[in-house]
């Protein structure tokens, strides 16, 4: 098998096998039942098989998969009732950028996130999930009021970068992330941030300080794309496998960094393959972080927040 390959080209066959499962999903017939088995076999072979030839720019193929669940599908499995805000009290509403409110095992929550779009329409709509400063105002203006009524706030990591037009930089773009950074540093309810695909530097870190981040295990989390490190360094796209692979900007990589808390494991082929495996994988880890976050005091909780970022980019060289 040859690392040339795309990511897309060597899952064909897992990407198939779901297709005949999805065909099969609500059939009652117990010969469909064993075929889908049968099916679900096939896609953990054939993973075994794809998993030791993916190179770091095959994960950011995954971490960009059209069919990866996004953050509105998240919010739609793991937690009930979600009543979404809309606006930034300023000037606009930002659709790359959702947030509101939400029961999570019966508590209050709130949730922030970045939102991708499927189709062409939804996609121009939400603006590829690229926030525009009223974006990261209306999430602060969320984050704010989960701190006034006292509930834990979780966010959802999914984004190329800040759109980096005309009309943001005009209305303050580098302001209004840093604001943000600045603010939710200090926010005293435990905060939470899943970088569920793509991490695309300030347009994550507009709302990715947290108490703990965890990541999806096919994710990256990176200052720059590897396209954009390619294009600077190398000035050729022909060395953005190369860029991939010297960013160290995926999952395990970052926890030996000391970077994130925890990764949360993706089933055969990719969160994309069984979004009900990949919600319960992210279920069972968000919610044992919130419980050890939620047992801790606030004053506890900001000084660690504190230090956990302090120690970002510290090292000693062997």
Same mark, same amino acid.
């Given at each position: 098998? =040859?690392?040339?390959?795309?990511?897309?080209?060597?899952?064909?066959?897992?990407?198939?096998?779901?297709?005949?499962?999805?065909?099969?999903?609500?059939?009652?017939?117990?010969?469909?039942?064993?075929?889908?088995?049968?099916?679900?076999?096939?896609?953990?072979?054939?993973?075994?098989?794809?998993?030791?030839?993916?190179?770091?720019?095959?994960?950011?193929?995954?971490?960009?998969?059209?069919?990866?669940?996004?953050?509105?599908?998240?919010? =739609?499995?793991?937690?009930?009732?979600?009543?979404?805000?809309? $606006?930034?009290?300023?000037?606009?509403?930002?659709?790359?950028?959702?947030?509101?409110?939400?029961?999570?095992?019966?508590?209050?929550?709130?949730?922030? $996130?970045?939102?991708?779009?499927?189709?062409?329409?939804?996609?121009?709509?939400?603006?590829?999930?690229?926030?525009?400063?009223?974006?990261?105002?209306?999430?602060?203006?969320?984050?704010?009021?989960?701190?006034?009524?006292?509930?834990?706030?979780?966010?959802?990591?999914?984004?190329? $970068?800040?759109?980096?037009?005309?009309?943001?930089?005009?209305?303050?773009?580098?302001?209004?992330?840093?604001?943000?950074?600045?603010?939710?540093?200090?926010?005293?309810?435990?905060?939470?941030?899943?970088?569920?695909?793509?991490?695309?530097?300030?347009?994550?870190?507009?709302?990715?300080?947290?108490?703990?981040?965890?990541?999806?295990?096919?994710?990256?989390? =990176?200052?720059?794309?590897?396209?954009?490190?390619?294009?600077?360094?190398?000035?050729?796209?022909?060395?953005?496998?190369?860029?991939?692979?010297?960013?160290?900007?995926?999952?395990?990589?970052?926890?030996?960094?000391?970077?994130?808390?925890?990764?949360?494991?993706?089933?055969?082929?990719?969160?994309?393959?069984?979004?009900?495996?990949?919600?319960?994988?992210?279920?069972?880890?968000?919610?044992?972080?919130?419980?050890?976050?939620? =047992?801790?005091?606030?004053?506890?909780?900001?000084?660690?927040?504190?230090?956990?970022?302090?120690?970002?980019?510290?090292?000693?060289?062997?």
């Amino acid at each position: 098998m =040859s690392e040339e390959k795309s990511f897309h080209e060597l899952e064909k066959n897992i990407i198939q096998a779901k297709e005949e499962i999805e065909a099969l999903r609500f059939s009652d017939d117990p010969e469909d039942q064993t075929k889908v088995s049968q099916l679900k076999e096939k896609i953990t072979q054939e993973w075994k098989k794809i998993r030791p030839y993916l190179n770091p720019y095959h994960i950011v193929q995954m971490a960009r998969h059209p069919q990866r669940p996004y953050t509105l599908d998240y919010i =739609s499995f793991l937690f009930h009732d979600f009543i979404e805000l809309h $606006g930034d009290r300023r000037s606009a509403d930002d659709a790359a950028i959702v947030a509101g409110f939400a029961f999570y095992r019966k508590k209050s929550i709130a949730l922030v $996130g970045h939102q991708k779009g499927r189709r062409t329409r939804e996609r121009l709509n939400r603006n590829f999930a690229q926030p525009n400063p009223e974006g990261y105002r209306k999430a602060l203006r969320v984050m704010k009021l989960a701190e006034k009524f006292g509930v834990p706030l979780v966010t959802f990591i999914d984004t190329p $970068g800040a759109y980096p037009g005309i009309r943001a930089e005009e209305k303050g773009q580098a302001e209004a992330i840093a604001y943000n950074i600045k603010e939710i540093s200090r926010i005293k309810v435990p905060v939470v941030n899943v970088v569920i695909g793509e991490g695309g530097s300030g347009g994550a870190l507009g709302i990715g300080v947290g108490d703990a981040i965890l990541m999806l295990e096919n994710s990256f989390y =990176s200052v720059i794309s590897p396209e954009g490190c390619a294009a600077i360094l190398w000035k050729d796209q022909g060395a953005v496998s190369e860029a991939a692979e010297n960013l160290k900007f995926l999952a395990k990589d970052l926890l030996d960094l000391g970077i994130i808390d925890e990764i949360i494991p993706e089933p055969p082929g990719g969160a994309h393959v069984d979004y009900e495996q990949t919600f319960a994988n992210t279920e069972k880890v968000l919610n044992q972080t919130l419980q050890n976050l939620e =047992s801790l005091s606030p004053e506890k909780r900001l000084e660690k927040r504190y230090q956990k970022f302090r120690k970002i980019g510290v090292f000693t060289e062997k």
